[in-house]
């Protein structure tokens, strides 16, 4: 009989009945190396540039895989990471979708790490599968439909719709979205070996319906089914199309409506927004994203359906995994659930959030982060210096300085990256580059945003 590691060995078990023993410590480590790291990195993200970062991670790692290990290296490998970060939780990292998680879900993500459930099959993750059932189906309720499964985020659900409206119309489809809609979904269509997708015009950030009127009349004779994505929440500018007008549009042209909402379905939560997504309900297919106005670690993706039959497409029978006598003796069959074999409990993060904050908690914290952008419009507004793009649909602001070129904005952002001043994306819309801050950190005050402003400033050319 084996000796079991001594208590500080790395090699001991995360769970089992020593695991929380095994952990206690290690956990200590961890936030002590991270509190570190922020405090070296000293803003929201390193300084210095790629280059300069990469020599650093270099010097931390030394020998990937020494020939005796290293009993520092979980507290020198995650201070590294640390000083290395983007922290979305600080102010100044505004860039991206890219939300601070909050921290209960992410001690609940340590659980599943611990536990190690995989929802192929039900002996694997008795009840995460069983968390998984109610809460996916309580998720498509909010969006007006039946069910719904879990994905890795925007990218993989977009895919699933198509490919599920593919094998549900049993050929060809054609897919029609907008010059607007994310480039996960060109992108699926050929993955999925579809025709090349009709692009319909959105002159000012939004789907153009009468343009889509036109396609989708055009279309008409096509063989096939078309299926046509809107996009409730835009990358670039938080933006909504015309939902229910679209929705009309493709009832009466007997179109298959897609409309993904990673970014904006987390609008749902809120009584003052969640009016903005109406016609969501009308589709076939809704994704959700709830690592991005959700405050959930990454991945925390979902993909919801108007009919559970049309997932009946992703059942797949192995007998080690869903042998047809355990199915009839009633063990759960989860194959159909996901296109993953291997596939992490992500559920449970999802489900202590919404039980531990709920509605109204999460309704508030979608309030203050809007409430947040428009108050950054405001100061953009009434600055000399500055250009705003427009009042913001959910909690992203595109702005520019007065007069400066294309060439001028880029340098900006790139010089406050190299820098480690500030993290603002970039976003190309009527032909003019514009800075993009996206503000997902409910904790941002009002002297953030003026810090924010003022580097801007200047690290303006004059």
């Not at 009466?252 to 009584?271: P, V, Y």
């Not at 003019?432 to 904790?443: C, E, G, H, I």
């Amino acid at each position: 009989m084996s000796t079991p590691p001594p208590p500080d060995h790395p090699a001991r078990l995360a769970s089992g009945p020593d695991g929380p023993q095994a952990l206690r410590p290690l956990l200590d480590t961890v936030l002590d190396a991270l509190d570190g790291g922020r405090r070296a990195r000293g803003g929201p993200l390193p300084a210095g540039g790629p280059d300069a970062v990469a020599a650093r991670v270099r010097d931390a790692v030394g020998d990937v895989l020494p020939e005796h290990g290293d009993p520092d290296a979980l507290r020198g490998l995650v201070h590294a990471l640390a000083e290395g970060a983007a922290d979305p939780a600080d102010p100044l990292c505004a860039a991206h979708l890219h939300c601070p998680p909050l921290a209960v879900a992410t001690a609940a993500d340590l659980a599943v790490s611990a536990l190690n459930p995989s929802l192929d099959s039900w002996d694997q993750a008795p009840a995460a599968s069983a968390l998984e059932a109610l809460v996916t189906r309580t998720l498509a309720h909010e969006t007006g439909l039946a069910d719904s499964v879990v994905t890795t985020g925007g990218t993989e659900s977009n895919q699933l719709a198509l490919l599920l409206a593919r094998e549900s119309h049993g050929g060809g489809i054609r897919l029609v979205c907008g010059a607007n809609a994310h480039h996960s979904l060109p992108r699926a269509a050929w993955l999925l070996g579809l025709p090349e997708p009709v692009i319909v015009p959105a002159p000012s950030g939004i789907l153009d319906a009468a343009a889509l009127y036109s396609a989708l009349t055009d279309l008409g004779g096509s063989r096939g089914c078309v299926v046509v994505a809107a996009t409730a929440g835009t990358t670039d500018a938080g933006l909504i199309d015309p939902l229910p007008e679209i929705a009309g549009l493709c009832a009466a042209h007997g179109a298959r409506l897609h409309i993904d909402a990673a970014h904006g379905g987390g609008l749902l939560f809120s009584e003052r927004h969640r009016d903005k997504l109406t016609g969501l309900e009308a589709a076939h297919t809704v994704t959700l994203d709830l690592h991005k106005l959700g405050w959930q670690p990454v991945a925390a993706g979902l993909l919801a359906v108007r009919h559970p039959r049309d997932l009946a497409v992703l059942h797949q029978r192995t007998d080690y995994l869903n042998a047809g006598d355990d199915t009839e003796a009633g063990l759960p069959d989860l194959l159909g659930r996901s296109l993953r074999t291997t596939r992490r409990p992500d559920v449970l993060k999802i489900a202590v959030t919404l039980k531990a904050l709920g509605r109204r908690g999460l309704g508030a914290l979608v309030d203050q982060v809007c409430a947040r952008a428009r108050e950054f419009a405001d100061l953009i507004h009434d600055h000399p210096g500055f250009e705003l793009h427009d009042r913001p649909t959910i909690s992203t602001v595109l702005f520019r300085p007065a007069g400066a070129t294309d060439d001028a904005v880029a340098t900006v952002r790139r010089a406050l990256l190299t820098e480690g001043r500030a993290v603002l994306g970039r976003a190309r819309l009527d032909d003019r580059l514009w800075l993009k801050a996206t503000l997902l950190n409910p904790d941002t005050r009002t002297e953030d945003l003026a810090t924010l402003l003022k580097l801007v400033e200047g690290s303006t050319p004059r």
